[in-house]
């Protein structure tokens, strides 16, 4: 029985949380969704997806993953930091009526060219 999901994806992706598309280089990987049965939590089952995920990756030459976890999700931030995986910036997305407007703090230069801030 499969314990937990990890969804990366390459090339064009669509980010809902963000409501936009971001176009990776072909180094890079988008990593969607980290999910881990309920049977299974708390048994460092994310940490160690995350890991292989990245080994798999970086086998096929992709060697940056970037990922958007809501500052709420403790669960998930633990888990990508236990992997290894470190955090460049707090993305703020901002949207009042018309206006749509995204923050990258601290401003992190390739975090910015990815979602288009540039």
């Known amino acids: 029985r499969p314990a937990g999901i990890v969804w990366t994806a390459r090339g064009t992706v669509e ?7 971001i176009t990776l280089s072909k180094h890079e990987a988008f ?10 939590r ?6 160690v997806m995350l890991e292989q995920v990245a080994q798999r ?5 992709a060697y940056r993953s970037w990922a958007i976890i809501a500052p709420d ?3 998930s931030l633990r888990a990508f930091q236990k992997a290894s995986y470190t955090p460049v910036c707090d993305v703020i ?6 206006v749509d407007k995204l923050l990258c703090r601290p ?3 390739e975090a910015r060219t990815l979602l288009g801030l540039q």
């Open 107 to 109: 401003p992190d230069p």
């Open 57 to 61: 990756l970086r086998d096929t030459d």
């Open 31 to 40: 990593v969607h969704d980290a999910f881990v049965a309920v049977t299974a």
């Open 93 to 98: 997305h901002a949207h009042v009526g018309a």
């Open 73 to 75: 999700n403790q669960a």
């Open 15 to 21: 980010v809902p949380e963000l409501q936009r598309t």
């Open 42 to 47: 708390g048994r460092a089952v994310a940490p």
